[in-house]
């Protein structure tokens, strides 16, 4: 009886009856990034039902986060972004399961994270992320709700779906691009943020009731020009071979891959590697630490001698996020030893 009370309005709907709402009941969903786009995603698949929500992300709260992530207080800076949503949506609905995962999904853990899901909603802002969450869901046959922002613009759009096109059908990789624009360097509108999450929630409650028009094609809105553009790319079978194949990959050990560098590790680790290169890309010198700094040799490390590939490589930028895409490049091109610094040099100075 309370639930009924609690869905009465979407019970009303039509098509919308009891059996479509124990289907809801009994699916789950699994939300990477908990940051604008999630605090938009979240609350309304909790609030409409459904049965079982996981939410993947590492990072804490800051200040500058509570202009679009309304799920977070003043009084939670600092805190995990998945433990303190999963809280608000336990708070919002005590008859849905809700596990938040305070960690960052990678090549170790994604298999099987994605594998424990009906959908996965792709709500982060790292272009590695996003390849990698295509990929395991491409091997595994799981849709994915994609959506992204940028300044006042945002796109979405369900992906490998029913034999639909899949991330890697919209962007093909391109291993030379090794920055993307995101909010915390480029700015964004948090009102821009809500409604393409919102959207994303909508099309979750599509895939699962299967009732609605599930949109596979690219929607592009543009609300500052009052304008909406859809692109539309049919499934391809090379991009779908190559997600495959990465996949597979995965499953064989490879001593090349990026290394997490903690903030505060940053000292012992200058110590550590006296003759390190570093790669910094923000635009200014690092003054806090005594480190022999190698300037960004553009898109291209070939510029660098052979030699140098077997030195250690830290890559630093100012929010840690162009630093991971630009860690990937330099492991394809041949560097056994590359850093990420988490969080960039900000968190550096802030802590």
Known sequence: MKKRERYKRQLLLPEWNEEVQKKLDQSSVLVVGAGGLGAATLPYIAAAGLGHTGIV???H????NLQRQILFKESEIGSNKAERAAQFLQDLNPDVLVKPYPFRLTEENADDLISQYNVVVDCTDSIPVRYLINDVCVSQEKPI???????????FAVLNYRGGPTYRCFFPENKGRITSPNCEEEGVLGSIAGLIGLYQATEVLKILTELGEVSTSLTIIQPWKNETFKMYKERNDRQVEIARNNSSKRSRPDERK????QTKEL????SDYPHALVVNMTGGPIREVNLSQLEFPGSNPDQLYMEDRERALLVVCSHGINSRSASEYFIEKGFNKVFHLE???QKFREE
């Open 57 to 59: 992300d590492h990072d």
């Open 61 to 64: 709260i800051s200040r500058s």
């Open 145 to 155: 709700v994609f959506g992204a922002i940028h300044r006042y613009e945002g796109q």
């Open 258 to 261: 990026v290394r997490l560098l």
């Open 267 to 270: 000292m012992d680790w200058a």
């Open 343 to 345: 969080g960039g040099i």
